[in-house]
């Protein structure tokens, strides 16, 4: 069994489709995208609304999850910098982690081969 690794990825939601496209391209097909909300450096901003200011802390992101076995996770991690470095803050930030175990739930399958494209599976 090859090993798997999961990869997270926080930036700016403007980088959405960019980054999909750069993924793909790379042969990354699986992904999960979430609207998330969070604060870093960059420690949010003042807006005033009805005359009333507001600190606003948590800032929109998109977060990208992204599990993979056939493509070198430093090819994964090398797009993903290019595709969504500004060089300001607020670009976000790339999460690895080791994945002990995946398992496909309509077959059964488990490990590498339940991440895996398989061309039935297309059908």
């Known amino acids: 069994m090859r090993k798997i690794t999961k990869i997270d990825v926080v930036t700016r939601p403007g980088k959405l489709e960019e ?3 750069a993924l793909a391209a790379i042969g990354v097909m699986g992904m999960t ?18 005359g009333k200011e507001y600190n606003i802390n ?3 992101g998109i977060k990208v ?6 493509v070198p996770v430093e090819t994964v991690i090398e797009t993903i910098k290019k595709v969504c470095r500004t060089g300001k803050i607020g ?4 999460f690895v982690y080791p994945i002990e175990n995946a398992v496909r739930i ?7 081969i339940a991440i895996m494209d398989r061309q039935e599976d297309n059908t």
Do not use: M, N, P, W
Request: proline share 0%; with cysteine.
């Open 19 to 21: 980054l999909k496209e």
């Open 33 to 50: 995208v979430s609207q998330v909300f969070g604060c870093g450096l960059q420690k949010g901003h003042t807006e005033v609304y009805r």
């Open 58 to 60: 948590l800032l929109a």
């Open 65 to 70: 999850e992204i599990v993979v076995c056939e």
């Open 91 to 94: 670009d976000g930030k790339i």
């Open 106 to 112: 309509r077959t059964g399958e488990e490990g590498d």
